[in-house]
């Protein structure tokens, strides 16, 4: 069983910073993309970054210069740091991992329970 753990959620007040943390664990056998999308109350998911295998990245026009992605490769883990914190900001963050486990190696997409980030307006 493939097992995403995210940490790294929390208050925060307008202009500060929080680091996100996402390991996959598990009967894994290639990690392709991973990433991290965000659901506001009343809103629909949405993408805020995501990291190839190869290390590009993409990012949701809101989050560009103040969110940066990263991962490592050898402790299958992603991160996202978020500087700036702004009140929009504030959703539920959850870990997305393209990967294939075994024993069927099948490319599928994993999620994490999600962790609440907060910044008061």
């Known amino acids: 069983q493939v097992q995403l753990v995210e940490s790294g959620g929390g208050l925060v007040q307008a202009g500060g910073s929080l680091r996100l943390s996402c390991a996959a664990s598990?009967?894994?056998?290639?990690?392709?993309?991973m990433g991290w999308y965000r659901q506001a109350p009343g809103k629909e998911r949405e993408l805020v970054a995501v990291i190839t295998s190869r290390g590009n990245t993409n990012y949701d026009e809101s989050v560009k210069g103040r969110f940066t992605i990263s991962r490592d490769n050898a402790k299958n883990t992603v991160d996202l740091q978020m500087n700036s914190l702004k009140s929009e900001d504030t959703a539920v963050y959850f870990c997305?991992?393209?990967?294939?486990?075994?024993?069927?190696?099948?490319?599928?997409?994993?999620w994490g329970q999600g962790t609440q980030v907060t910044v008061p307006s």
């Open positions: 598990g009967t894994i056998g290639s990690i392709d993309a």
């Open positions: 997305y991992v393209n990967l294939r486990a075994r024993p069927s190696l099948n490319w599928r997409n994993y």
